[in-house]
């Protein structure tokens, strides 16, 4: 995984500060690049909202979010009423951010997901027969209400787990080959498990 952001030298701790995100904007890739590497240059944008955003007493900053088009980072901006960045914080993977927080029910499914993939990837380990697995997922897909399982996709999530050789859904079965590693002839023999 790569991640762009600033790293700070020996730093003694890592302050945040509330930042509310009341404007979104969208900008070319290359405009994107100018407002990061100009960050002291006006920007019609920022003088076109800078007046939009909401002053209050407490501690949050009300700021801009500006996304990439063709990338997934994105750059907060507090104007503080001028027109260039006056304060900013480049925010990797910002786009993901946002949906996460535009659609619940998306963060939701993404941690159901998640919680699904870790559950198989143990039962699959440990209740593989001659480092196979095989199920046609029913049991899991009652817990997974109420949002529905996309069974293509868990078998999708699973294959970039190092605990598998392989794993395709087909024909209403998920079919997985268990990598060398977590072989252990004796797991599937001992526990008889099999979906």
Avoid at 7 to 27: F, P
Avoid at 39 to 57: A, S, Y
Avoid at 149 to 162: G, H, S, T, V
């Amino acid at each position: 995984m790569i991640i762009e952001t600033p790293l700070y030298y020996k730093a003694t701790d890592l302050q945040t500060e509330r930042c509310q995100v009341d404007e979104v904007v969208t900008l070319g890739h290359w405009q994107f690049e100018y407002l990061k590497n100009c960050t002291l240059d006006d920007f019609e944008f920022i003088e076109e909202l800078r007046d939009k955003l909401p002053v209050t007493n407490d501690s949050t900053r009300h700021c801009i979010l500006v996304l990439d088009k063709s990338g997934d980072d994105g750059i907060l901006i507090d104007p503080q009423g001028y027109n260039y960045p006056r304060y900013s914080a480049y925010l990797p993977n910002a786009k993901q951010l946002l949906a996460m927080e535009q659609y619940p029910s998306l963060r939701a499914f993404n941690q159901d997901m998640m919680d699904t993939v870790e559950e198989v990837a143990q039962l699959a380990v440990n209740s593989q027969q001659d480092g196979e697995f095989h199920s046609d997922l029913s049991d899991i897909e009652n817990d997974f209400q109420p949002n529905v399982l996309d069974k293509i996709l868990l078998a999708d999530m699973l294959n970039n787990r190092p605990e598998f050789k392989s794993v395709e859904y087909a024909d209403g079965e998920l079919n997985a080959v268990i990598a060398d590693e977590y072989c252990d002839e004796s797991i599937g023999e001992e526990s008889g498990m099999s979906m």
